[in-house]
């Protein structure tokens, strides 16, 4: 019996002997297999990394950069700019903040004076503060000399357009605001926007947005989407929803209801009294001003008359009518309109896009009997000309 179990168990040590294997290559495998399934892991991570976190180590790479807005700052580029500022703030890179043209219309204008972003403007390409530009609310540098040089870093953008940034492109077309892709990539990093009034002293922080930051980018989103109405996503309201507790609601209150300068409100009265209404469309000449910005905001107030689909307003300040248009109406392109009528006139300017345009004509040039008096406004052909237009007939 002992013999038998000893031949048994050395026959069992034989076979088992025979058997086994080296253990180095399997063991490599093994190693191998994991180690491309953790690489796999962390690729796959990498790029389902939320966009705040990629766009961060873009920035934390440079010392400095310029944000550029587009040549008409409105308040969700601004806010954009400043909530990319900060966002490079928390990893030690310099901003400023570069636009050309001009911040002419009031809301544009009430929101810069209201939260005071640090921008500044240029006129040429090499007024640019950084080598390295980063573009919010458009996708391709435009309206200065030597834009057209200009290879952004990164592109961050709502409109449709093929611009794209040499690191980083971020463009979501079903937004209603570029102000809510940046409120995302604040809360992706997990910054929590702070009120400063809650406790009486000012917190602000690589884990904070701060308040001048939430409201103007929660107005920015606002002013994109007509106050939650129109073109508006559900991301938008997720990120006013986000930003909300860090809103200062007297500040937003400020930007939102401005007070009403004098002469725009009788502009805006004459503008309604003056009108030449043809059809669905209005035409309104409000005379000498010395307030161009007033002439947009009574064209604002003119469209929403009952039955009007267009209206056009214009006035005139040192030799120059100042026209602007709107347009709810799919039948007129605004600013087609008004180019085609400033085709005809030497010197005139004019553009825009479909609901709304602007132009601007020398009154000399609009003078047709060789201008031997000076013109104190338009000739009547002038407002013919405007509803031509307007009816496509040009
Ligand atoms: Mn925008």
Partial sequence: MQSLVKVVTERVIQT?????????????????????AISLWLFVNWFRRPMGERLKP??????????????????????????LAHLASTVDTECTIQYSGQIRHQENRVFQNVLDPDIEQISRADELAADDVVLVDHDAPRGFEGSETIMPVAVIDHHPGNGTGLEFTDKRTDYGACASIVAEYLRDVGATPVD?????????GDDTVPTNVATGLMYGIHSDTNRLTSGV?????????????????????????????TEVLDIKARAISNRDARGPFVVSDVGGISNVDAIPQAADELVLLEGTTAAVVHGSRNGTIHVSGRSHDDRVHMGEALENVAADVADASAGGHSRMGGAEFPLLELATD?????????????????FAALEGDV
């Fill in 196 to 204: 400063d009034d809650a406790d009486g002293e000012l917190t602000s």
């Fill in 370 to 386: 060789g201008g031997s008096e000076p013109l104190e406004g338009p000739p009547p052909e002038f407002t013919d000309d405007l």
């Fill in 58 to 83: 873009v920035l934390a790479t440079r010392e400095e950069i310029a944000i550029l807005l587009h040549p008409n700052p409105d308040p969700d580029a601004m806010a954009s700019a400043m909530g």
């Fill in 233 to 261: 996503s559900g991301a938008d309201f997720d990120a006013a929803s986000y930003l909300c507790r860090g809103v200062d609601e007297t500040l937003l209150d400020r930007i939102a209801s401005p007070e009403v300068d």
């Fill in 16 to 36: 088992t002997n025979s058997y086994v294997p080296d253990p180095a290559p399997f063991l490599a495998t093994v190693l191998g297999v994991v180690a491309v």
